[in-house]
């Protein structure tokens, strides 16, 4: 069971909840829109321990994942609190500091190390991208170790492939904002970095922009 954590407070994180009402299953704990709050997740984390898993759409720091509010929702105080947790934070820049806090303490964390383009919600481009963050939703569960991480990047790299296919076959080049449906898709794999269990370094897919990491 995975505890879905959506925020819907601006434009970029509306979106976000468009996608994650597309992708959502029974299986998941749903922790949606104004109940996304600091106390909503820990309602949650307390009412459903046995799995411990998260998926969160929001927006994010280098020290926090935010919420509705625009407060920490989890944040590197948190590390005992989520020990053993797997959890992908589809957030501006989680994929520093706090994925590393975390990760110290028995954490899994798939995060981001920059601002990441928001997916777009128009109905043509939508399940498109739905397909991305759904391959990611359901696969990194099982980034147990460095070789199945690196499958798993792998996978979301191809998916993301996919995606930018199928944008082109949608018309996407002539689509207002035509850039950022194709940023969206380079970025999701490209900067993409993995915190195993007392990692000291991330994990990343190998044909990722080294630039990137090193600005």
Not at 25 to 43: W, Y
Not at 99 to 106: H, M, N, V
Not at 119 to 128: L, N, S, V
Not at 177 to 196: K, P
Request: contains cysteine.
């Amino acid at each position: 069971m995975t505890i879905f954590f959506v925020s819907s407070h601006d434009e970029q994180t509306l979106a976000n909840l468009v996608i994650a009402q597309a992708i959502a299953n029974d299986g998941d704990v749903k922790v949606f829109d104004v109940t996304a709050t600091r106390a909503g997740l820990f309602q949650a984390l307390d009412e459903h321990p046995e799995d411990k898993i998260i998926f969160s759409m929001s927006h994010g720091s280098k020290l926090a994942v935010i919420d509705n509010n625009w407060s920490p929702a989890l944040h590197r105080g948190d590390a005992a609190r989520v020990a053993g947790y797997k959890i992908f934070a589809w957030a501006c820049l989680t994929g520093a500091t706090v994925g590393y806090d975390l990760a110290q303490t028995g954490t899994t964390w798939w995060g981001y190390e920059c601002a990441v383009n928001a997916p777009d919600d128009r109905p043509e481009f939508a399940p498109i991208h739905a397909e991305v963050i759904a391959e990611a939703k359901a696969r990194f569960i099982a980034g147990v170790d460095v070789e199945t991480v690196k499958q798993i990047l792998h996978d979301i790299k191809v998916r993301c492939q996919d995606a930018i296919r199928a944008l082109d076959a949608a018309g996407a080049m002539e689509a207002n904002g035509f850039a950022t449906l194709y940023f969206f898709c380079n970025q999701f794999w490209q900067r993409l970095s993995v915190w195993l269990p007392g990692a000291q370094e991330p994990l990343r897919h190998p044909d990722a922009p080294i630039a990137y990491y090193e600005i």
